[in-house]
T-cell receptor, first 116, second 111 residues
Framework: SAVISQKPSRDICQRGTSLTIQCQVDSQVTMMFWYRQQPGQSLTLIATANQGSEATYESGFVIDKFPISRPNLTFSTLTVSNMSPEDSSIYLC?????????????FGPGTRLTVL | SQQGEEDPQALSIQEGENATMNCSYKTSINNLQWYRQNSGRGLVHLILIRSNEREKHSGRLRVTLDTSKKSSSLLITASRAADTASYFCATDDTGGFKTIFGAGTRLFVKA
């Protein structure tokens, strides 16, 4: 397993501002992902964070709204830009550990975002 | 993309009873996983079952997989109040590394 930390754990933000969420892992990982979980809903994949190159976004998510960085194997950031109340969600990062079972993901504790 | 669909959406039981949750999916998979999420927190991986497996146990958990019916079930035996959480099934995206999550079952275990 791995220890995955996210910062901040929660935040309350004003409409039109941006928030950057950090994800740090204490082990070598092969892949990192960012998910959104809207209130009472399941998880939706936003993008796969690629080291040293642009993230791979899922349908409905764009780089201008959710820019992602992954400067090394164990760290990634997700920015929620120009926020609106509809962006209020829990944002979770997850990882596939190097040498782990296929697709057995480990999740961070999540960042609970409220946009006023 | 495929998605696991789970039923029931919510389940309320007494402590000590068994809880069964079901998951159906649409296309072929390599494996299926179950996760638990305590209120508003990160997901915890419970168990992974591969497409060539039919049943798997882990402590009080029993998972079955029927690939002919494209369905899986998660059984929690002798439930405890601490089992109160949301449970999600997740299937892989064949040919890639993406995991697709179902809508989840909210389990309430009353003490």
């Amino acid at each position: 397993s791995a220890v995955i930390s996210q910062k901040p754990s929660r935040d309350i933000c004003q409409r039109g501002t941006s928030l950057t969420i950090q994800c740090q892992v204490d082990s070598q990982v092969t892949m990192m992902f960012w998910y959104r979980q809207q209130p009472g809903q399941s998880l939706t994949l936003i993008a796969t964070a690629n080291q040293g190159s642009e993230a791979t976004y899922e349908s409905g998510f764009v780089i201008d709204k959710f820019p992602i960085s992954r400067p090394n194997l164990t760290f990634s950031t997700l920015t929620v830009s120009n926020m609106s109340p509809e962006d209020s969600s829990i944002y979770l990062c997850s990882v596939l550990l190097a040498g782990s079972s296929y697709n057995e993901q480990f999740f961070g504790p999540g960042t609970r975002l409220t946009v006023l | 993309s495929q998605q696991g669909e789970e039923d029931p959406q919510a389940l309320s039981i007494q402590e000590g009873e068994n809880a069964t949750m079901n998951c159906s999916y649409k296309t072929s998979i390599n494996n299926l996983q179950w996760y638990r999420q305590n209120s508003g927190r990160g997901l915890v991986h419970l168990i992974l079952i591969r497409s060539n497996e039919r049943e798997k146990h882990s402590g009080r958990l029993r998972v079955t997989l029927d690939t002919s019916k494209k369905s899986s079930s998660l059984l929690i035996t002798a439930s405890r109040a601490a089992d109160t959480a949301s449970y999600f099934c997740a299937t892989d995206d064949t040919g890639g590394f993406k995991t697709i999550f179902g809508a989840g079952t909210r389990l309430f275990v009353k003490a």
